[in-house]
């Protein structure tokens, strides 16, 4: 669903590359947490994905796309298999939540008929029925974020990316977020979420993809936050080189696994 060979992203040639020679595949219908600190890549990783940017070097590919031959009169069609949600809700302050999630579907030409059918409907799943009339200030954060993800979900997306979903919300309600994420998730749609939320990370048990400086230095199947947060690997023997992609002994936040207790955070 989404394959990148060897990509790298330079955005200043006098700064280090963004991402720097990562090779990552998600398949169809997988969840995926992007974990890493902050400038180690993961808006970028979404960028390139949504051709938003290009890849310096390497091939990305989404949906079957190699995205190097893909035309600029193309990519609203790319992104229209895409659904994003981000942090700060992105909601339009004047509109209702129906018209919110409606206007997604007016910009790609559906019908009226179509949309009065299609708005309540996602707007039941992600657990706003009855709040359609309401405008976006006289909502919780929580349930801002829930009209931001029915519009980025209600065009029936193969992949919904997120970045940092759950950045503005508290604990409790960025896991009933994520848990939502979970049952879209579910339903078929491919789901990249990028996060700094450790707790959210750990209690789901997903698969995690660490950057590091623009390197993927961890690739963990019902991972946690950090290396070895789920003890699912040996000890980590620091003498072995660091370089490879499923590293279980790679400095996180700069220090050695070893210093941080090993088996957990
Ligand atoms: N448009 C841009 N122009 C120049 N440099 C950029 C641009 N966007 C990102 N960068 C640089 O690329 C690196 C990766 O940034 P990116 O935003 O992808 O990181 P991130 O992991 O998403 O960080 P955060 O968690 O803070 O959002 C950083 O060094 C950043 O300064």
Redesign the pocket.
Known sequence: MIRFDDVTKT??RT?RP?LDGVDLEVSRGEFVFLV?A???????FLRLVLKEEDATSGAVQVAGKDLRRLSSWKVPHLRRQIGVVFQDFRLLPGKTVFQNVAFALQVIGRSRGSIAAAVPEVLELVGLEGKGDRLPHELSGGEQQRVAIARAIVNSPAILLAD?PTGNLDPTTSLGITRLLERINGRGTTVVM?T?DDDIVDSMRKRVVE?VDGHVVRDEHQGGYVTGAIPVVPAPDLSVDHGGATAVDVPVDGRPVAEQGGGGR
């Open positions: 955005y200043d700064a963004a890493g902050s400038g180690s890549g993961k808006s970028t940092e990028a700094h950057l």
